[in-house]
């Protein structure tokens, strides 16, 4: 029994390490944004208190708002588009038997084990094409980035929504259809209400992968009018490397509705994950 005990002590010991070390880098940002370049650097004399201006000049030095008014609409359009297009497919491959089902998902399984940055040349050179030949801008455009978006994180957030649509008992959407319900009407009113979880889920998974991304921001890219914050960020390295104290506030900031949305949504993303995991 004392074995036990003493076993269970040295477990929550680990545990409150890990959690420590893992907490350590966001605590070290925050401290960061709250004080003199000088005072991280440790050649100045710690100040009597924080300095909340650093955030202030944030907003006032730096185009930080554009950055983030940009993260938000990008990230928030392909988390709504990518939510809805996965919920109709991840039904489709839920509930029907068609010719190809199969390949269709190992289709959707293939595209997962390919690293993201091979679509970049392909992806680039049909970005030009429709630009040049169809006189659509796709190039350093919000709604380039929303497109690539949706293309990313829609296959992954299709499994996510397919382990719960089936965990959803068939005879629900029968009765409904029964009662004078359409296909699509059992779809809406039965089986998406019943699958909220999910939903929210893979809306949380596609907000978070969005919104932390670079690589494609980076070079598809060039004015600051569409830039995103990750993008906004990897500039301030070269226009203020003497203010690091003004790029930890920013990291400070973009780590916020992060945040928000993970603690809103992670009940939800971590069933979504299980269920996208053990079901069908």
Not at 16 to 41: N, Q
Not at 48 to 56: D, E, I, P, S
């Amino acid at each position: 029994m004392k074995s036990r005990h003493l076993g269970a002590w040295a477990l929550d010991a680990l545990t409150w390490a890990i959690v420590a070390l893992m907490l350590a880098p966001i605590m070290w940002l925050l401290w960061s944004s709250l004080h003199l370049p000088s005072e991280l650097a440790l050649e100045g004399e710690p100040s009597a208190g924080l300095r909340w201006r650093n955030y202030v000049d944030l907003w006032l030095q730096v185009d930080f708002f554009n950055y983030f008014a940009n993260s938000l609409i990008v990230c928030g359009a392909a988390t709504v588009i990518s939510t809805a297009c996965a919920a109709c497919a991840a039904y489709a491959l839920a509930r029907f038997r068609f010719r190809g089902d199969k390949v269709v998902s190992m289709s959707i399984t293939a595209t997962q084990v390919v690293p993201g940055m091979l679509f970049f040349l392909p992806l680039y050179m049909l970005y030009r094409h429709i630009g040049d030949e169809w006189g659509v801008a796709m190039l350093d455009t919000r709604h380039g980035l929303v497109f690539l978006y949706v293309a990313l994180f829609t296959p992954a957030s299709i499994w996510i929504m397919r382990g719960f649509f089936v965990s959803v008992p068939r005879e629900l959407e029968e009765a409904a259809i029964l009662d004078g319900c359409s296909r699509l009407g059992a779809f809406v009113r039965v089986v998406l209400p019943l699958c909220a979880p999910g939903l929210i889920a893979t809306a949380t998974f596609v907000f978070l992968l969005a919104w932390d991304e670079l690589f494609f921001a980076w070079v598809l890219t060039s004015s600051p009018e569409v830039q995103t914050i990750p993008v906004g960020i990897r500039l301030f390295i070269n226009q203020f490397q003497h203010r690091v104290d003004l790029m930890m506030a920013a990291g400070a900031v973009a780590t916020l509705p992060v945040l928000i949305v993970f603690f809103a949504g992670q009940r939800y993303f971590v069933k979504g994950l299980a269920a996208g995991a053990v079901k069908g």
